[in-house]
Nanobody, 116 residues
Framework: VQLVESGGGLVQAGGSLRLSCAASGITFEIKRMGWYRQAPGKERELVATITSSGGVTNYVGSVKGRFTISRDNAKRTMYLQMNSLKPEDTAVYYC??????????WGQGTQVTVSS
């Protein structure tokens, strides 16, 4: 499995961005996918996760009500719609795929910068 993120960029506070994570390879082995972020000088943190069917989602408290995770299995793509962005959302955003029988796979990351 390989993951490629896109959609990052520079946006003003209050704006929106949509991140995409395209998966290739043996994608049926993925049981859950998620978005993580890492700000300068901080540890990588979970943002949101979604099960393989898309039926169950989970969010970190700081993004609830502002971010929405979704996936299109036909396109093998996961999304993160980010609204009402804040400067503290600035980070490199990574997608991750948890697999049933093998170690997780990470994408290369995409930079999100929110200016005040």
């Amino acid at each position: 499995v390989q993951l490629v993120e896109s959609g990052g960029g520079l946006v003003q506070a209050g704006g929106s961005l949509r991140l995409s994570c395209a998966a290739s390879g043996i994608t049926f082995e993925i049981k859950r996918m998620g978005w993580y972020r890492q700000a300068p000088g901080k540890e990588r943190e979970l943002v949101a996760t979604i099960t393989s069917s898309g039926g169950v989602t989970n969010y970190v408290g700081s993004v609830k009500g502002r971010f929405t995770i979704s996936r299109d299995n036909a396109k093998r793509t996961m999304y993160l719609q980010m609204n009402s962005l804040k400067p503290e959302d600035t980070a490199v955003y990574y997608c991750k795929a948890d697999r049933y029988a093998d170690p997780p796979v990470w994408g290369q990351g995409t930079q999100v910068t929110v200016s005040s």
